[in-house]
């Protein structure tokens, strides 16, 4: 009985239970009026045997590991209960890993074999009474709202005042979800300039992360001045921005202005199926492709390329950023108001001089806030500079050098045999709090930007 056979039940219970007080409400209606729709009446039910079920198994499911390693635990003989709370800790994944027949038990221990047989039987009974507790509370549920309804009875408004609920509960879990983030991000980024000093950090020119896994060991202590990925990530994001809004921009006047309405409704539509091409094809695309030709150019003309290149990366990275730039464009320039081109028109005005004195002033909020949307995806890439550009952290202004970004290094320092509370791997979480706040500067600019340049229109 496994709990994706349980949510379908209890799906299906749930259709049941509405039609069930729909039909209800509609049999009353018969005979008197009745104060809300018969909808309400079905779904005040359904809301009655849903949420106590779905609180329910929502606790579970936070809490069933917790509670089976207790009992499992407690159970272990004394030898294995007192040890470390690391080797604890293994031998708890070990038994979680032959019960669920990930790892085979014909070389465990007697002990081990007797923790995992009781492993799997307090699974089973937990599985049997999730189900029981769960579709009594539905029946309970049921029964209840069977119970309070009457013509008179006001189903919408408890309704809605349920939704109203859900929807300020869903809210709270998203502003506590950003909190959270920015605390974690806040707090191991402070541990780390604990160990290194800010400005050393923000302004020192040479990355070079490695320190010793352990004490005993004979490594050196890192530098982590962060210039380096800073200019990277400028220079490949600058690259990038550079191919996007142009032919982003100008492809969305063409699509909202020029283009026939079924020349639109097609190349719109195949501009952005590269929206949805994963950024790693992109990435094989660029180091495949793309860097191999813009080295062999320069070689041509005589320059001197990198086989992995800052150019090779943007220039992919560009065309990746091509849809949202486009699209968010073309929607903006779409909706300004017909009457300021007619106005335009009216006064002389040739079709290209009226898209350059009218409609873009116009969309200019909308057309910032979607160069920011699109920056901003360029400062999040990792894929494609990992594979194009390589991981050489280097000040450098020139596209055909090798150059890395502040997420190839994130990824980097997080994966690996370095202890967690290392200088190392907390400079990941400085780098992203400082990548945070610049793209929150650049949030923030941009809405005092669109605010001083927005203008109302009928």
Known sequence: MTLPVLLLVLAVLSVGAFYWGRSTAVRMAQTSALHSLPSYFGFYVLVWCGLPTILLLSLWLAGEDWVVRLLVVADLPESLRNLPTDQLNLLISDIRNMAYGNVPSTAATPETRAAVEHYVSLKAVGDWLVWGLSLLLFVAGAMFARSRMTPQFRARNRVETVLTVVLVASSTVAVFTTVGIVLSLLFEALRFFARYPVLDFLFGLTWSPQTAIRADQVGSSGSFGAVPLFAGTLLISAISMLVAIPVGLMSAIYMSEYAPRSVRSVVKPILEILAGIPTVVFGFFAALTVAPAIASLAAAVGLQASPQSALAAGAVMGIMIIPYMSSLSDDVISAVPNTLREGSYGLGATQAETIKRVVLPAALPGIMAAFIIS????????????????????????????????????????????????????????????LFLVTLAMNVVAQRIVKKYREQYD
């Open 375 to 434: 920056f901003s995806r360029a400062l999040g890439e990792t894929m494609i500079v990992v594979m194009a550009a390589g991981l050489a952290a280097n000040i450098t202004a020139n596209p055909l050098d090798t150059a890395t970004t502040v997420t190839v290094h994130i990824s980097a320092l997080l994966v690996g045999d370095q202890e967690f509370d290392s200088a190392k791997t907390l400079s990941a979480f400085a780098l992203g709090l400082t």
